[in-house]
């Protein structure tokens, strides 16, 4: 309490500044939340800027609603709200470090769109004439397509992962956030 008040004292005295008691606390730095940031301290004792824990789960739970599997939108339109979406919560938050969960969001949100388009190939006869397409022989593709794995399996194992790589995700018009971020952020 001794630290608020004397720091109350300089900001209201000196800087006239008018300073509300009910927002203002004397916290931890990494135990702050500011418009969405929050903060942590390097071993070399900078302090640094990153995106608050809760803005990260509530993203999570935003792409998540995006990307229900039982949602009648196309893929254009899926693509075009994820990018959206992305591009917006990335430019909001550039100023922060966070590299490492974009590239974790980024592998999670690809596995939803793999999902997705699984589940959309719903019989077997579609299953085997998309995998074709996308380049996987005969045999191959009829042993995958009779897969009775769920959605959620399937869109994180090998068959997916093969047919369905970034690569092809980003020419359906997928972009990844964190290419996104790394390229606002030169």
Do not use: C
């Amino acid at each position: 309490m001794r630290v608020k008040e004397t720091v109350t004292r300089y900001l209201e005295e000196k800087l006239f500044v008018k300073v509300n008691q009910e927002k203002t606390k004397v916290a931890y730095i990494t135990d702050i939340k500011f418009l969405g940031f929050g903060f942590y301290i390097e071993k070399s004792g900078n302090v640094r800027i990153t995106v608050h824990k809760k803005s990260k789960e509530k993203m999570k739970k935003r792409i998540k609603e995006i990307t229900k599997r039982n949602r009648p939108i196309s893929s254009k339109e899926l693509a075009k709200e994820l990018k959206e979406y992305i591009t917006g919560w990335v430019n909001y938050y550039r100023i922060a470090n966070m590299s490492k969960h974009l590239r974790e969001i980024d592998s999670w949100m690809r596995r939803r769109i793999r999902m997705i388009y699984w589940k959309r190939w719903k019989l077997v006869r579609t299953r085997y004439r998309n995998l074709q397409k996308l380049g996987i022989n005969k045999s191959k593709a009829w042993e995958w397509a009779n897969t009775r794995k769920s959605y959620w399996h399937i869109a994180n194992s090998f068959i997916l992962k093969r047919t369905l790589t970034n690569e092809v995700l980003k020419i359906y018009g997928f972009i990844s956030a964190l290419d996104y971020y790394n390229s606002i952020n030169l």
